[in-house]
């Protein structure tokens, strides 16, 4: 209450409207924990403060805003294991101001070229679990595109060495680093399962050495990723994909039953995509397509574009209404369609359209929810994670998001590497003829998705929402809550959330009861019994309501606008 008294003190030098005013721009809808961060020369938004103070002193440097994203990246593989790491994929948008073009990056890998669908069922029988592919474990583990992402960006748009891009982590690495307040608790949560899991390697010898979990503000060390990442700064990116990593990686796997081997490595790579986007009320959003889930938020503002939701009201029982039956529809068409185009013909054009938008926004009943949707039928055309944002002095801006997928994802580190790998083979279906079926070199259907917006041909927005199926979900509250509601970046993400759960899934699951909704507290009373009159099924928030970082362009002052989400431990920074 202290910032109420503060307003009631200077109430003498304000009307008691205009007092009462502001503490409903406090503790109402336009609630923010911080100030926006302005500044004109570059900005850097990502999780961990540390990690934005890395990207700064790169852009002080004269890096690029490209340069500052992989040398943040890196250092929250270190300071973030529990969301990221060289174990996992990255996916990017770049804005190149000199070309005014945006420029899409998937750097995501494939499954083991050794394992066929036979094999994979085979295994899964003696498993115990014949129709899921487990999240932890071997089976799980797909070829890691990380480091490949950062030497694709950096070929096209670094300027710095990568090898004084990775020394803030190596540094850090090996003298150590404070652990921050929710990383922690997400640290003891992942060593915890791995106890249980007792799998083959050094993930408890990495992150609990001698037994011990490493507690908020205790410091920590990584010699091991700091031998890893010493080696990808002298011999590049084929120290990881074709020279001693690789060969670590593929006698580990051999020995302990694991399928990667040192072939999926040497021919794995990354691939620059055009992103695609929909126009929502002026504002052009772009996401990355398939086999990422970014076009659900495409889908979901698309249907949403034929609603008045600043006339239905911020977090009334209206707009949250439509907004989740906007977000079961995409997720239908997200579970049938979204797959590695390589291996499916995905009717994109289609799934953009906004005549396909207001033929499925016709089955939103605005009086109940829905407990089942049929996925559409689009016309076929040609056509735990962290996530960071960086800008520079010269106009560049990237958007970009990396991820174990599940927590530490797998729980398998090979000793002397000092990172585990990635489970994002989980997400492949194991149904035959299904559009994301497991099948050898393919890549599976990924949650983790990058976005930017444009603006009257400008670069306005560069952010991204972490946290699995919540992302695209997030990125459209983030949308509305800008574009339609009028809040500020930082109000924008600190406002209360909402997160549907239990939609059809690319691994096989269907919704037959429509799911269920978890609300954050903040969202009204009012609203709340308006969405249990009809007929949804509400909870109380327990987390995983995402993580939230920004960039926005101001032309009219030239300046960097950036915000960072209050549920993490982050910030932004400027200069």
Known sequence: MRLSRILFLTAGLLTAATAFAQIDRVYGRTFATRSVVNAQHGMVCTSQPLVTQIGIDVLKAGGSAVDAAIACDAALGLMEPTGSGMGGDLFAIVYDAKTKKLYGLNASGRSPLGLSFEQLKAELVKAGSPNHIPMRGMLPISVPGCVSGWFELHGRFGRLPVKDLLAPAIRY????????????????????????????????????????????????????????????????????????IADRIDAFMREHGGYLRKVDLERHTATW??????????????????NSQGIAALQMLNILEGYDLKAMGYNSTDALHVMIEAKKLAFEDR??????????????????????????????????????????????????????????????MVSLIQSNYRGMGSGITVPGLGFTFQDRGEMFSLTPGHANVYAPGKRPFHTI?????????????????????????????????????????????????????????????????????????GVPAEAVRGLVQRGHDVRAGNGGFGGYQAIMWDPVNKIYRGASESRKDGCAMGY
């Not at 990383?183 to 010898?205: H, K, M, S, T």
């Not at 055009?274 to 996401?287: A, Q």
């Not at 605005?366 to 996925?375: G, I, K, M, S, W």
């Not at 919540?470 to 809040?487: K, R, S």
């Open 335 to 396: 579970a049938k369609f979204y797959a590695d185009p390589a291996f499916a013909k995905v009717p994109l054009a289609g799934l953009l359209s906004k005549d396909y938008a207001a033929e499925r926004r016709k089955l939103i009943n605005l009086r109940h929810a829905a407990a089942t949707y049929d996925a559409g039928h689009p016309g076929l055309r040609d056509g735990d994670t962290i996530y960071l944002t960086t800008a520079d002095s010269e106009g560049n």
């Open 173 to 244: 690495a090996e003298s150590g680093f404070p652990l921050s307040q929710y990383i922690a608790g997400q640290w003891a949560v992942n060593v915890e399962l791995a106890r249980g899991d007792r799998f083959p390697g050094a993930f408890l010898d990495t992150y609990a050495p001698g037994g011990h979990v490493p507690t908020e503000g205790e410091i920590f060390r990584n010699p091991a990723l700091a031998h890893t990442l010493r080696l990808i700064a002298e011999q590049g990116r084929d120290a990881f994909y074709k020279g001693e």
């Open 449 to 521: 998705i990058p976005a930017f917006v444009m603006k009257d041909g400008q670069p306005w927005l560069s952010f991204g929402v972490m946290g699995g199926a919540m992302q695209p979900q997030g990125h459209v509250q983030i949308l509305t809550n800008l574009i339609d509601f009028g809040m500020n970046l930082q109000e924008a993400g600190d406002a209360a959330r909402w997160q549907h759960d239990g939609s059809s899934e690319p691994t096989d699951e269907i919704m037959k009861t429509g799911g269920f909704v978890q609300l954050e507290t």
């Open 273 to 290: 995509v055009d992103p695609v986007s929909v126009n929502y009320r002026g504002y052009d959003v772009y996401e990355l397509p398939p």
